[in-house]
């Protein structure tokens, strides 16, 4: 059918992340008339999924945890999660395993983690991980309330909304100290300091330099890990069905040439096809990067770009269909490196892959007791990933590089008693360089900027831009990496635009009945 070539909207929402997806939920349930536009053929951002071998298998994000995000978001808009999404809680956290053959199962009731770790080193050890915990609690909860469930502050804000007087929040909070040196204080064995440390890189960063601040991922986790039936791209298509129960509609497909603006406010979009989609706001899903280097037209200046040095970790992922042996998977595992301080140096310094990685892996077909259902030996699903310097927008690695990081990745899992032949597995590859195509102006960097010091967190930007209507969501921005902080960070979107529009031209109806893009 032809494609209509213009179209009015109240707002536009350009990406179907998790934050786009957010946001159009929100607006929808305020009775707003939303597009939401996708440039890819599917929904969910890195929230994919990616044939191979005849099966589909997650190419991104594994679990979702912080599931009160989920559920004031669905409640908001009259549903709840169970209405749109089958899941479960986990029990197994991860596990966890060393070149020296030794291994350690996280689980989500604490005292069996402490169990299990005073017999894998000590009770000093396992007295430290309690004090961790009861550490990381306190830093969430602070955090929750003052930057994570809240608009963008700055430093002074920030400091109000702790409390001035209350010192002992301010103080608990370690604002001076590294992760790695907290991590010091409580554990004696360089194991734990590695594995508890690997809690930096979910958010795309080095232990040795985070702030301390992230030891609340460990929180994060001991509040739940939740896996959902068809992963976390089941979770996106969730969200996306939810969306358009409440009316919005969802296009695939349809990429984005340039935001429109009139003066100095946002007047929608053109489509890579044509298509002219005028509206009174604009939703930009994507990182701040493609609007800072003008890949969406000119308004360049209402964005600042991540500069190369800031930018979070890539990866080299593969997504493999085969048989494993030796080592017993879980749903989630992680396989240690001896030289853990030489991969980030090697990633961030050098800019290179490293020469022993810390390798993990999505067993997607593993219970979460581990066993797999269609019993050892079978082919299954599994995501392996690498963290990879970020310089995708500098070109794809050589294939000599790819194969050393193969064969060290295979050696590396050999020799913690994984048997996996990487030379005749069914795969596909994803690097930096194809990273930077799915999601552009990133150089391949998965989490936005990296947490590199106490400051880090009050750099990214905030909703609002300078051009009226324009709203920022997503990893990049306000509050962080990770798919609940971008389902809040489009919440924190939407609920802008909601509040800004007294002061916006006045919202028209739409001149286009029927709500989709196609005709």
């Known amino acids: 059918m032809k494609w209509q070539t213009s179209l009015r909207k109240d707002v536009v929402i350009i990406g179907a992340g998790a934050a786009g997806l957010a946001a159009a939920i929100y607006l929808s349930s305020k009775g707003l008339s939303v597009t939401v536009v996708e440039k890819e053929p599917a929904v969910g951002g890195k929230m994919r999924e990616v044939p191979v071998d005849g099966v589909r298998i997650n190419a991104g994000p594994t679990v979702f945890t912080m599931k009160w995000v989920f559920d004031e978001l669905l409640a908001e808009a009259g549903l709840s ?31 069996a983690s402490a169990s299990a770790i005073e017999a894998f080193s000590d009770r000093r050890n396992a007295d430290g991980y309690l004090q961790f915990c009861e550490a990381a609690q306190r830093m969430f909860e602070t955090l929750q309330r003052t930057y994570i469930d809240a608009p963008r502050p700055n430093i002074l804000q920030f400091t109000a909304n702790i409390g001035f007087t209350n010192i002992g929040d301010m103080l608990a909070l370690k604002p001076m100290a590294s992760m790695w040196r907290e991590l010091g204080r409580h554990f004696t064995d360089p194991r734990l300091q590695q594995l508890f440390g ?9 232990p040795y330099w985070s702030p301390s601040t992230l030891m609340l991922v460990a929180h994060v986790e001991q509040a739940g890990v939740w896996i959902a039936d068809g992963g976390m791209h089941g979770v996106a298509k969730a969200l996306a ?5 409440l009316g919005a509609t969802v296009e695939t497909g349809r990429g984005v040439a340039r935001i429109l603006s009139k003066g100095d406010v946002v007047d929608g979009v053109e489509l890579r096809d044509g298509t002219v989609v005028h509206s009174d706001a604009v939703i930009f899903n994507g990182d701040v990067s493609a609007l800072a280097d003008g890949l969406l037209g000119e308004v360049a200046d209402k964005a600042k770009s991540i500069a190369r040095s800031d930018r979070s970790l890539s990866a080299l992922t593969l997504k493999v269909h085969a048989p494993t042996s030796g080592f017993p998977l879980a749903h989630h595992n992680v396989f240690f490196s001896d030289h853990y301080a030489a991969e ?4 961030f310094e050098q800019r290179r892959l490293p020469d022993q990685p810390t390798v993990y892996i999505c067993a997607q077909d593993r219970l979460d007791d581990g066993t797999l259902p269609q019993g050892e030996g079978v082919a299954e699903r599994l995501l392996l990933l690498v963290n990879a310097p970020p310089d995708g927008d500098k070109g794809d690695f050589t294939t000599d590089e790819i194969e050393t990081c193969l064969t060290n990745t295979q050696n590396q899992l050999k020799t913690c008693g994984l048997e996996l032949d990487l030379s005749t597995a069914n795969q596909v590859q994803t690097g930096p360089a194809q990273f930077n195509r799915l999601f552009p102006a990133t150089g391949g960097s998965l989490y936005g900027p990296q947490s590199r010091g106490m400051m880090a967190a009050f750099k990214r930007q905030g909703a609002r831009t300078a051009l009226k209507g324009l709203y920022l969501a997503g990893g990049s921005v306000h509050p962080g990496s990770g798919v609940p902080m971008a389902v809040l960070s489009g919440r924190r979107a939407a609920e802008s635009l909601v509040a800004d529009r007294a002061s916006m031209p006045k919202f028209r109806p739409a001149a286009i009945s029927g709500g989709t893009l196609t005709g």
């Open 198 to 206: 690997r809690y930096a890189t979910y958010c795309g960063s080095s």
């Open 81 to 111: 999660l169970d209405d749109v999404l089958t899941y479960h809680k986990a029990n197994l956290l991860c596990r966890h395993g060393w070149r020296d053959g030794s291994q350690l199962d996280l689980h989500a009731d604490m005292q």
């Open 241 to 245: 069905n939810a969306a358009e129960k």
């Open 344 to 347: 980030f140096e090697a990633i």
